[in-house]
């Protein structure tokens, strides 16, 4: 009796052994992934915190209440110039690469992230946003934390297996991402889905999510959880919704494929110039659009991340030779940047020019509810743009609030990915066979 409960006891929990084995095997997973990926999560958190705080809400604001022309015009070129020298001169590898860096780490196995970079492209990053160029914030965020990670990752390389590799990289991403937008789930996401044209980096989830959250909770604990774009003013859609969607993803993707071929040509354009010319040509395209539209509008609105652009398209019907003129100017703008070398992030200026694109289909299509397809348009745009397509569908949701604008845009992202066909914003992507073959 006693060796028939013996034997029922090991088939259910385990020899001692193997039990005392399994229980030490999960503190060690415990200790690797779960402290490890809270840690970076907390302090990406309080990082971006602080820069978002220094640049969006202080020296951006700062930027629109100037009201001058002759600033509007010259102050791209003095910050491509500041952030160019910064580049030079504070990063030791003298490449301002962002979101591209950290995919190219993710993708070779014998870089690193340079810790050391990391203080000169957060000044160069800075510099370029606060004189209006047109750059996200979310680049120098995910720089941040995957610096943060990959370090924290190779200083405790001896806890950690082969197969392990780059996965508090990737963790120290999605939490920066998380961050800056308030919106975990697509920084978890996109740090998946970034360094692949066709797949995801799922083997990085756990500790992307742990992370991710964690940055959630220490950015919103610092600056409040109040969505980035609250929407409200809309309710459900209907069949003819989806099919003017559809459209729009169509729209969309020929949209993102002008954006990437224009950035890309231009970029390789400038690479042939000398490096001080670059942003000084940059810089005076950037500014003479940054006037126009203050002349237009009364606010230089292709002037940094572009929040005010999207609270503004989201909020007012313009008509559509103005809204051409604000698309026009925000892609140059952002073309131009990237050429003149700045340094920032490209997914959100992506954003900015999918509600734009959504509000002129507004205009065209009768009887749309105002804000559903700007944010229709901002998710295919991004997801097109960037070959991101669950995170562009995410953002948007976390950054609304609203869940009926989810359908619609999983199938404008759908089509907008389908016409983007192997293009895309970042040159460092692969697909999975070149990978894996």
């Known amino acids: 009796m006693l060796e028939r409960t013996k034997i029922r006891l090991v088939a259910l929990f385990g020899s001692p052994l193997n039990t005392l084995h399994s229980l030490r095997a999960r503190e060690a997973l415990i200790a690797r992934w779960v402290l490890s990926s809270f840690v970076i999560g907390v302090t990406t958190g309080v990082l971006v915190a602080g820069f978002d705080f220094l640049l969006r809400d202080q020296v951006v604001w700062y930027l629109y209440s100037l009201r001058s022309k002759p600033a509007y015009a010259l102050l791209p070129v003095a910050g491509l110039l500041c952030a160019w020298l910064a580049t030079r001169y504070l990063v030791p590898s003298r ?97 998946m889905e970034s360094p692949y044209k066709d797949s995801m980096a799922a083997r990085a989830l756990v500790p992307g999510l742990i992370a991710s959250s964690s940055s959630y909770v220490t950015f919103v604990t610092l600056v409040g959880s109040e969505p980035l774009f609250g929407q409200s003013g809309f309710g459900r ?93 925000k892609l140059l703008a952002t073309s131009f940047t990237v050429a003149g070398g700045g340094v920032g992030g490209l997914f959100f200026p992506q954003a900015v020019l999918g509600v734009i694109l959504g509000s002129l289909f507004s205009l065209v299509v009768p009887g749309v509810p105002g804000p559903l397809f700007p944010l229709i348009g901002l998710a295919a745009f991004v997801g097109a743009g960037y070959r991101t397509p669950l995170a562009a569908v995410a953002f948007v949701a976390e950054t609304t609030g609203n869940p009926w604008v989810l359908i619609p845009a999983m199938i404008a992202t759908v089509v907008s990915f389908l016409v983007m066909g192997q293009a895309g914003v970042s040159e460092k992507q692969q697909n999975l066979i070149q990978v894996t073959s």
């Not at 969309?252 to 990437?260: E, S, Y």
Request: charged fraction near 15%; charge should be positive; proline fraction near 4%.
């Open 95 to 191: 490449e301002g690469e962002l979101t591209e860096d950290y995919i190219f780490v993710f993708h070779d196995k014998n870089r690193r992230m340079r810790l050391g970079n990391l203080p000169g492209k957060l000044v160069a990053s800075f510099l370029t946003i606060a004189s209006g160029g047109s750059m996200g914030l979310e680049g120098p965020a995910i720089y941040t934390g995957a610096a943060l990670g990959d370090s924290l990752q190779n200083w405790l390389g001896r806890y950690f297996g082969r197969e392990d590799r780059k996965m508090l990289l990737v963790a120290g991403a999605s939490a920066g991402m998380a961050a800056i937008f308030k919106a975990p789930l697509t920084g978890v996401v996109f740090a």
């Open 237 to 329: 859609f209907g069949v003819r919704d989806i099919l003017y969607a559809a459209l729009l993803g169509l729209c969309c993707g020929i949209g993102a494929r002008l954006f990437v071929w224009l950035t890309h040509l231009l970029k390789h354009a400038f690479q042939r110039l000398p490096g001080v010319v670059r942003p000084l040509i940059g810089g005076l395209a950037v500014g003479a659009l940054g006037t126009l539209v203050f002349v237009a509008f009364g606010e230089p609105y292709i002037y940094g991340p572009g929040y005010m652009l999207i609270r503004h398209a989201l909020a007012v019907q313009e008509p559509v030779k103005l809204l051409l003129l604000l698309f026009g100017a």
